[in-house]
């Protein structure tokens, strides 16, 4: 077995276990929750032990990143889950693109609390909603959005928010941001490499090279025509996927003394330009009813 094979990815800090105990006890001061997935991976990040732990809650569901996500995988996505219960918006929290109907949204899976409310004369009163999400799925962008300002830490590297924070967003809604947490372990490789793919575990825990070579090995299967018309790349299906970047690595000049190519450099490259949307839209995993 090589070792592309063989290595997976494993990351649970310890901060994350003090956010689950977070998570668990501002839950009864909440009303719902928000849960914020990649649109191009939507089960893969989604973290089924936070899953669990706010089952008790009517849920919210935003498809975030909408624009880098092939827009009918996703529209097939928002089906899903609208099947499994659940309201569901793709949005993109960078540019604002969808949140217009993020408010009504709340207001409507809230609508027996608010009714409840008023025959209790509190006409008014703030609905409370928890946003969770694992890191780098955008939880900061959506806050900074809904809030209007820059309100939320946020970075491209994973683990920025480190405690709960309290937003008040306008329409009698307030966001209580939460850090991001990943689980455990992952029971499929396959979530790991995805993960790793969009950023959401730490790139210095898994061997660069091999994330390049199983991002190519994910291209190929589901948007072959992406990789070859981005680098210049044909006549590749007989190639092994390391071959492949390689080959990219050399089109692109990326060579080191004697000729040999640098594909520690092209690997970061291919990943840094998978990750700007720069391969096109791109979905990595499709629903099934």
Known sequence: ??????????WFPGHMAKTRRLIKESLSRVDC??????????????????????????????????????????????????????????????????????????RKV???????????????????????????TGKSSFINKMAGRVRAKVADKPGVTTSNQWFFIGNGIELLDTPGVLWPKFDDPLVGDKLAFIGSVKDTVLDIE????????????????????????????????WEILELIGRKRGMLISGGEINTERASVMLLDEYRGGKLGRISMEFPEF
């Not at 509190?122 to 969770?132: H, P």
């Not at 994330?211 to 590749?236: H, N, Q, T, W």
């Open 1 to 10: 077995m090589s070792d592309f094979q063989k290595q997976t990815v494993q």
């Open 33 to 106: 929750v928000t849960e914020i997935l990649d649109a191009r991976i939507p089960l893969a990040s989604r973290n089924p032990e936070i899953e669990e732990i706010t089952s008790s809650k009517p849920r919210i569901i935003l498809l975030n990143k909408c624009d880098m996500a092939d827009e009918k995988v996703t529209a097939d996505w928002i089906k899903y889950f609208k099947a499994q219960g659940f309201e569901a918006l793709a949005v993109d929290c960078r540019t604002g693109k969808g949140l217009n109907g993020y408010q009504a949204l709340v």
């Open 110 to 136: 809230l609508a027996d609390k608010i009714e409840a409310n008023n025959a209790r004369g509190m006409v008014g009163k703030s609905l409370r909603v928890m946003v969770v999400g694992i890191p780098n």
């Open 210 to 241: 091999t994330m390049a070579v199983r991002l190519i090995d994910a291209l190929r299967e589901g948007y072959p025509d992406r990789l070859a018309e981005r680098y210049k790349i044909s006549d590749f299906e007989d190639m092994q996927s």
